[in-house]
């Protein structure tokens, strides 16, 4: 984890070669059959594309291609879990640094703006 600002932090990749790059977890566990939509605000370099922001068992997706930059990009993929079977992921490809900061599943097919859980503030 890098400090972003005194209230967020970021989770930062890096490889010494272009490369396939990223995080993956767990929980939460997605329902079979429902979409979902993972967001995240990201930046670096190489690319992202639906098959790199989702839950692997899922269908791939609507995102195009993102060429990523220095500058933050809220990035957002919409898909439906067809299995529980796998991970939800961030990739970026080709890429040698990725950075990902507030990340959100929601369920449903609208990305809605990234805001803190009530449990997070103090």
Partial sequence: MQKYDDETNYVQHTSNT????????????PTVG?????????????????????YESSDDGILNQV?????WQRISNTFRVN?????WVIYAYNSTLLKIKHIKIEKGSVATPWTPAPEDYI
């Fill in 18 to 29: 272009p490369s396939e790059v990223g995080v993956f977890w767990y929980p939460p566990t």
């Fill in 34 to 54: 429902q979409v979902y939509t993972l967001s995240a605000d990201i930046c670096g370099n190489g690319f992202i594309n639906r098959f790199g922001l989702r």
């Fill in 67 to 71: 060429d990523l930059t220095n500058n």
């Fill in 83 to 87: 299995k529980i079977a796998g991970a």
